[in-house]
């Protein structure tokens, strides 16, 4: 079945820091690919999608490539800001079918 | 427009009873989607509901079970609670789609804790 890995957390940064978050996916054909980030107390909230191979995602100064050929949607940010501190998901979804399939999440914090 | 909503927010019982959370979602849509957030196992889908019929399950025991009405609103249901139930109930809603994906928009979540 479908299966979605990220690496391993809690990650720290200092503001400005470059950030490189790891996804990588386990899945036949050609899902579609989003990033979800959690604030503190609140739902889930879309960050970014890619719905086909060699698609760029990006919203927020966040970017993540879908890259078929190493399976990969890693998660990028050039310049972090204490606000971008939350928990930040990888997930796989396929057509019209709602279901989601994410990886563990990881907790990124920014330090001023 | 108004999001997703969910009631209540925080829910407290003890092992045995019951529990029905409720989902309004956005205006317009008419897919509904119930996710178990927990530390140990992260995000797992429960089901997803449309136009009243369950349209997909997951792997959880039948002591979960849910329904849509007309009106597109969902609640589930957890059945003779156990600790390990605790957790963040999480709702989406999304529109019809034929083939592209449907966008989900989340819910703030119901926080269960049994005690």
């Known amino acids: 079945g479908d299966s979605v890995t990220q690496m391993e957390g809690p990650v720290t940064l200092s503001e400005e820091a470059f950030l490189t978050i790891n996804c990588t996916y386990t899945?036949?054909?050609?899902?579609?690919l989003f990033w979800y980030v959690q604030y503190p107390g609140e739902g889930l909230q879309l960050l970014l999608k890619?719905?086909?191979?060699?698609d760029k995602g990006s919203n927020k100064g966040f970017e993540a490539t879908y890259r078929k050929e190493t399976t990969s949607f890693h998660l990028e940010k050039g310049s972090v800001q204490v606000s971008d501190s939350a928990v930040y998901f990888c997930a796989l979804g396929r057509g019209a079918n709602s279901k989601l399939t994410f990886g563990k999440g990881i907790t990124l914090s920014v330090r001023p | 427009k108004a999001g997703v909503t969910q009631t209540p927010r925080y829910l407290i019982k003890t092992r045995g009873q019951q529990v029905t959370l409720s989902c309004s979602p956005i205006s317009g849509h008419r897919s509904v989607s119930w996710y178990q957030q927990t530390p140990g196992q992260g995000l797992q889908f429960l089901f997803e509901?449309?136009?009243?019929?369950?349209?997909n399950k997951g792997n959880f025991p039948g002591r979960f079970s849910g329904r849509q009405f007309s009106n597109s609103r969902s609640e589930m249901n957890v059945s003779t609670l156990e600790l390990g139930d605790s957790a963040l109930y999480l709702c989406?809603?999304?529109?019809?789609?034929?083939?592209?994906?449907?966008?989900?928009?989340f819910g703030p979540g119901t926080r269960l804790t049994v005690l």
């Open positions: 989406a809603s999304s529109r019809l789609a034929t083939s592209e994906y449907n966008e989900q928009f």
């Open positions: 899945a036949t054909g050609y899902p579609s």
């Open positions: 890619a719905t086909k191979a060699d």
């Open positions: 509901y449309f136009s009243e019929t369950q349209r």
